[in-house]
């Protein structure tokens, strides 16, 4: 580890995402901000001569990956959860799992999960946090982010106990909010949390500026419940949509309760239709999408063309590793693609650097960040990875994405550190 006020990054290339990549490309950063990038030779002559020099003559040098969905409290569940298997299994699975995790458990699975964030290239990440450790492991390693906190209320009766409980939460730890990590809320999802409790919920966030993140329309048990009050979840959950009408898809079920605003954060939508669609597309919320866990519990796969078209703000995620083999978004990217070669009809083949968008800048701007990173553009913090390949580099894009690349070095560049792997 080194420190200095100053840093010229040199790399065989530079990946802005927000512009063509520039070969032989540097990055000029004073005091954690980009201060130039552009070809090597350039930016060069803008360096102070106390700048520290570091190069990769075989790297590419890109923003750090923006993974806008995660549970990293669930890191060690990996273990100890079958995958695949169907989502009604998964969620039994889950239920038991959570009810034994203590705090510091939860705690060490999500310093662990940060670890294998790092060596993936993450630096900003959207984390779901049902017990608040994630929020505390964060603070400890310094990444970017922001943290919904889990709220879960089953019935009105306990409405009263587990908003005190979330305000509490939020009140003590907001304190230790700064610049790089924010707090929000998680209203679980449509089935978890009473049409009362939502209400409460979203008052409350609106009324101190919070931001919101849901699962929705995931899996097709979910939308026969919602929608018909049918299947297999009907007597355990039908409890919680009692006061809902018919006929509501989960996402017109959300928008009925007004969760549907600029700037909300909806999970998976896999199991939507054209109304559905337009919906999301003119309340312009973010859609997060989580391939690899939607075919490990087989809950179909997201019409991702069909969204694309209509205008639908879309990012990509791993989820967490309970229902992900991995939290790489360049993963997620690979899988993503074998999709469209597999499934035309309802997913894009999309070009390299548009995917690469999903996990940089749109990650970005769903989690409410896209002026500070996501990009590498000058004013911007200096969140940087660079990754090497094993042979020559022809096409930055085909090598993040097919060349099986390295994490070389992840600036984090918090008071002038740099760690290196």
Known sequence: MSRAPAFLLRAAWVVPVTCPPIRDGGVLVVNRRIRAIGQFKQVQREAPYQAQRVEFPDGILMPGL???????????????????????????????????QTFDDALAAARDGIE????????????????????????????????????????????????????????????????????????????????KAFQRVLEWAKSHCRRWCVHAAESPAERELVEHRKGSWRLWLGRVLRDVPKGFSPIRYLDWLSVLQEGALLVHCVQVDERDIALLAERKVWVVHCPRSNANLKVGIMPLRAMREAGVRVCLATDGLASADSLSPLDEIRFARQLARQFPDRYPNLPPDEWLRMV??????????????????????????????????????????????????????????????
């Open 116 to 195: 294998q964030l790092l060596k993936a290239g993450v630096t900003c990440v959207g984390e779901f946090s049902r017990l608040g450790a994630s929020f505390v492991a964060l603070r400890e390693k310094g990444l970017r982010g922001v943290v919904f906190k889990e709220f879960i209320c089953l019935r009105d009766e306990n409405l009263d106990e587990r908003m005190s409980e979330l305000i509490e939460w939020l009140q003590v730890n907001e304190r230790y909010e700064s610049e790089r990590l924010q707090i929000a809320v998680g209203p679980h999802a449509p089935y978890t949390v009473t049409p």
């Open 360 to 421: 940089t800048i749109n990650a970005a701007s769903a989690l409410g960040m896209a002026d500070l990173v996501g990009s590498l553009e000058v004013g911007k913090f200096a969140e940087i990875a660079v990754f090497t390949v094993d042979t020559p580099i022809a096409d930055p894009y085909e090598a993040l994405l097919d060349g099986h690349p390295k994490i070389a070095l992840v600036p984090e560049l918090v008071d002038g550190v740099v760690p290196t792997f």
């Open 66 to 100: 923006v993974n806008p969905h995660t549970h990293l409290e669930n890191t060690h569940f990996a273990d100890h959860i079958k995958r695949p298997q169907s989502f009604n299994q998964w969620l039994r699975q889950m239920v038991r799992l959570v009810r034994t």
